[in-house]
């Protein structure tokens, strides 16, 4: 397929499809129509063509190898995560990036589909050069992908080992400024929603209270699966459980917009009642009212980064396994202050069980 029947099937104009695929302006179309314009670029398999860049470059210019190679992509944590703002941009900047480099994503499943021997069959008959794992995995994935995939990279939250490549924002040091943050407010009894099993974010949370001095109940937490629903009933679980706090730490941005909405149908006000921090920055948080505290993830970068060490691992360019911590940012904004004498108790002692 040639840029110009992408545009075609796209009902947008060759240099925009240009311009989006060699990422010149990230503003050449609306996310929507980018997305469509990736869309036809995955279904299709295009690769750029290396020999027409190097003429344009002038006759002496070396021609790149043509041949183009394949990466998959795993989310570890379901379907749920295939729906996460967090990782679908992740996979985004992966994507793009990889196909600067002549890789093009060749397919994307998830936990539940190695669940299943059929699909797990297929996935196995279309070999590809190396995987990404977004999202914590457990040992059954990982025996998954060291039987299958010679080259893997892991991006995400929970830094897992230290046998294989990975781009990680430290799970532990974003619960950290979090409850820190909670605490430099004023909040002394501080809640949390979100999953325990497994996840670095709980422990981390314990033990940022005891670091801090803090009390942890059992009461105050809520173990919920990371999404909207899941912060919903999360939020529902502390007041039926007649937690005493005074602030929430959410594990990420979805659970804390299902908690937003659970406690402002019970009437309490945010921050005013109870305040909200998340994790991620998802595009939503800022178009929440009031505008969503959370701690920001440079989900970009770690999927462009995450794609040039797969890369770097499957051209032979390092041997070692190599670990990118990167940096990150607590974005103030509406949900969080100081708490207030004249609160709203933080029960709800009729609802049901």
């Known amino acids: 397929m040639t840029l110009k029947e992408i545009a075609k099937e796209a009902n947008v104009s060759i240099s925009t499809v240009s311009r989006v695929i060699n990422q010149k302006n990230t503003k050449a179309a609306s996310p929507q129509v980018q997305e469509r314009i990736w869309e036809i670029v995955r279904k299709s398999g295009y690769t750029p063509n290396s020999t027409a860049r190097a003429l344009k470059l002038g006759a002496n210019a070396p021609v790149p190898e043509t041949v183009s190679k394949t990466i998959a ?41 190695i669940a299943n021997p059929e699909i797990v069959a297929r996935i196995v008959a279309v070999p590809v050069d190396g995987a990404v794992i977004l999202g914590r995995y457990d040992n059954q994935m990982l025996r998954f992908f060291t039987e299958h995939y010679k080259h893997v990279v892991y991006a995400g939250l929970n830094p897992m080992g230290t046998k294989y490549d990975q781009v990680v924002c430290e799970g532990r040091d974003i619960t950290f400024s979090a409850v820190s943050y909670l605490h430099e407010l004023g909040h002394t009894k501080i809640g949390y929603i979100g999953e325990q099993s497994n996840e670095v974010r709980y422990t981390a949370f314990k033990e940022s209270l005891e670091k801090l001095g803090l009390p942890f109940l059992q009461k105050n937490t809520a173990n919920v699966k990371l999404s909207h629903e899941g912060g919903y009933q999360g939020a529902y679980h502390l007041m039926n459980a007649k937690s005493d ?53 440079p989900t970009e970068e770690m999927g462009r980064t995450a794609a040039k060490i797969l890369i770097d691992r499957i051209s032979g360019g390092h041997k070692l396994p190599m670990k990118i911590v990167l940096p990150f940012y607590i974005a103030k904004r509406d949900t969080c202050a100081k708490p207030s004498s004249h609160r709203k108790s933080f029960t709800i002692p009729d609802f049901p069980a």
């Not at 002549?102 to 936990?111: D, E, G, I, V, W």
């Not at 149908?265 to 800022?286: F, K, L, N």
């Open 73 to 113: 992509c795993f989310y570890a944590r379901g379907d749920v995560a295939v729906s996460d703002l967090f990782f679908s941009h992740i996979a985004k900047a992966i994507e793009q990036e990889a196909f600067k480099s002549n890789f093009f994503m060749k397919h994307s499943f998830t936990a539940l589909d």
């Open 245 to 297: 706090i005074t602030a929430i730490f959410c594990a990420n941005d979805n659970t804390a917009i299902g908690a937003i909405k659970a406690l402002r149908e019970r009437g309490y006000r945010i921050p005013e009642d109870i305040s909200i921090i998340g994790v991620d920055d998802i595009e939503t948080a800022q178009y929440l009212s009031p505008m969503l505290t959370t701690v920001h993830i």
